[in-house]
C-alpha cells in the first residue's frame, strides 16, 4: 500500500489549504481513510478521518467547523480541506489508513503516507 500526500505549503492566518492523498494498492471498500498531524516534540494528532464505503466522518474538536474531509472513490484520493487556518495548524500533516475500527489513536493505522508540511504564519 502507497499514500502520497501533497498540498503543504506556507500561508497566512485565515487563509485555506487543501491537502490531497491518494492511495493504492489495495481495495479500500472496509476501510477508513484519515490525517494526523505532528509538531516538534509532541505526540501524532488525529484531524480527520472517513469511512471509505459509508462515507462517515469524524474530526477533532480542534478543527471542528474549519476542516472538511472527503474522499473521490475513483481516484482513491481523500482531501483534507482546511479553512480559517490558525498558526496552532501549523504541523506535518499525514495521512493514513485502517482496516480496522476508525480510532484516534495512531497505532492502530496501518498504513502511513509521508506527511506535508503545513505552516501558517500570524
Known amino acids: 500500500v502507497q499514500l502520497q500526500a501533497s498540498g503543504g505549503g506556507l500561508v497566512q492566518t485565515g487563509d485555506s489549504l487543501r491537502l490531497s492523498c491518494s492511495a493504492s494498492g489495495r481495495t479500500f471498500d472496509d476501510d477508513s481513510m484519515g490525517w494526523f498531524r505532528q509538531t516538534p516534540g509532541k505526540e501524532r494528532e488525529f484531524v480527520a478521518g472517513?469511512?471509505?464505503?459509508?462515507?462517515?466522518?469524524y474530526y477533532s474538536d480542534s478543527v471542528k467547523g474549519r476542516f472538511v474531509i472527503s474522499r473521490d472513490k475513483d481516484k482513491n484520493t481523500v482531501y483534507l480541506q482546511m479553512n480559517n487556518l490558525k498558526p496552532e495548524d501549523t504541523a506535518i500533516y499525514y495521512c493514513?489508513?485502517?482496516?480496522?475500527?476508525?480510532?484516534?489513536?495512531?497505532?492502530?493505522?496501518?498504513?502511513w503516507g509521508q506527511g506535508t508540511l503545513v505552516t501558517v504564519s500570524s
Open positions: 472517513i469511512k471509505w464505503t459509508a462515507g462517515h466522518i
Open positions: 493514513a489508513i485502517t482496516v480496522g475500527v476508525l480510532t484516534f489513536v495512531p497505532v492502530e493505522w496501518d498504513w
